[in-house]
């Protein structure tokens, strides 16, 4: 089964509004979680890699102010899209590695649909 | 330069029949991971398999294997025996830098692959 959850799994807003995407290890701790964006029919793209207990790292172009990520316990890590523009409309999916080693693959969570009116 | 290459948009294959996806990768990282994974239309991302730089053998699981060309920078995912459940987009994915700490997977473009009954 699943040992990633995200929710939730679509959601639509209004322009102007945030939105707050969770991100769950449910079998085990994630001391660092990743978040893509993937736009339709393209690839994923990492946007920012959370890690428990310090300041998420973001990756160049990916405006740290309007994604904002909290890794506030080593099972939860939050996405909150602040003042949504329709542009920000996308598919938002979280990763966390599994415990183990570096060999091992990360699960990902089910994704967020985004659509921003 | 891109990190990973996928050359096929687009694969079609018969079902029961064997088909190879095509993915090269470059990096100077001696230490590095490659993943396979699918996204069904529902978009989470499903883990197929991985290979290590360092493996010896190709990886296999199941109905996937991976063909490990490590000197022509090549790791080819192969299903046998295609199944309609297998429509899907693939996307091949390294990891560099395994040696310190958990590093950023890297997506290619995927391929979306259309199995005929």
């Known amino acids: 089964g699943a040992v990633v959850s995200q929710h939730p799994s679509w959601v639509i807003c209004k322009s102007g509004t945030s939105v707050k995407i969770e991100c769950r290890s449910l079998d085990f701790q994630a001391t660092t979680m990743f978040w893509y964006r993937q736009f339709p029919k393209q690839s994923l793209m990492l946007m920012a890699t959370s890690n428990e207990g310090s300041k998420a790292t973001y990756e160049q172009g990916v405006e740290k102010d309007k994604f904002l990520i909290n890794h506030a316990s080593l099972t939860l890590s939050t996405l909150t899209v602040t003042s949504a523009h329709p542009e920000d409309s996308s598919f938002y999916i979280c990763s966390a590695p599994t415990p183990g080693g570096m060999n091992t693959e990360a699960f990902f969570g089910q994704g967020t649909r985004l659509t921003v009116v | 330069a891109q990190k990973i290459t996928q050359t096929q948009p687009g694969m079609f294959v018969q079902e029961k029949e064997a088909v190879t996806l095509d993915c090269t990768y470059d990096?100077?990282?001696?230490?590095?991971?490659l993943f396979w994974y699918k996204q069904p239309s529902s978009g989470e991302m499903i883990f197929l398999i991985y290979?290590?730089?360092?493996?010896?053998q190709n990886a296999t699981e199941g109905r996937y294997s991976l063909n490990f060309q490590k000197a022509r920078k090549s790791a080819n995912l192969v299903i046998s025996a295609s199944q309609l459940g297998d429509s899907a987009m693939y996307f091949c994915a390294m990891r560099e830098g395994l040696s310190g700490g958990y590093q950023k997977v890297t997506f290619g473009i995927g391929t979306k692959l259309q199995v005929i009954p």
């Open positions: 290979q290590g730089s360092y493996d010896q």
């Open positions: 990096t100077s990282d001696p230490s590095y991971g």
